[in-house]
């Protein structure tokens, strides 16, 4: 999400109550974030854009549309964001104990790699808390394309 929401992004609900309680949370948070547009000039500002798309593309995918990927990410070794969120992924490792990781080779290839929309990607590393063997991404902060080290 972009850094404005404070609230990270939920996955398939399991329930109905918790399909209804997701929607509640994401109509405020399309609110809050379209308050933010208005306020702070979002059509010059693509975080304030990021944190929309984000939001909305949550509220397509519980109703049932969920959008496509307009970018031919899994032809160039890129996973797309729609349909392998890293987030899962990064999520699931950390609730198994997996903790943040550095190695200053890998950031640097990753700031070298560039994304299918022509932004620059960041560095995401993490380890088994009693390893020493991290699992290191590429990932874009504009449209959320990630690429493993």
């Known amino acids: ?3 404005q929401s404070g609230t990270p ?17 994401v109509h405020g ?4 974030a379209m308050d933010n547009a208005s306020s702070l000039g979002a059509f010059v500002d693509p975080r304030l854009l990021v ?13 049932g549309d969920r959008p496509a990927c307009r970018y031919a990410c899994g032809d160039r070794g890129f996973h797309c ?14 609730a ?7 190695d200053a080779v890998e950031a640097r290839t990753a700031h070298d790699t560039v994304c299918l929309c022509g932004s620059r990607m960041s560095y995401l590393a993490l380890r088994p808390a009693d390893g020493e063997v991290a699992t290191a991404w590429a990932v874009c902060g504009l449209c959320r394309h990630w ?3």
Request: hydrophobic share 40%; net charge negative; glycine share 4%.
């Open 51 to 63: 944190e929309l798309r984000d939001v909305v593309g949550e509220v397509l995918e519980l109703i």
């Open 81 to 94: 964001p729609i349909s392998e969120p890293l987030e899962r992924e990064a999520a699931r490792l950390q």
């Open 147 to 149: 690429k493993a080290l």
């Open 29 to 32: 948070r399309l609110s809050k």
């Open 9 to 25: 992004p939920s996955y398939t609900a399991s329930t109905e109550e918790e399909r209804s309680r997701r929607l509640a949370d």
């Open 96 to 102: 198994s104990g997996w903790i943040a990781s550095w």
């Open 1 to 3: 999400m972009a850094p």
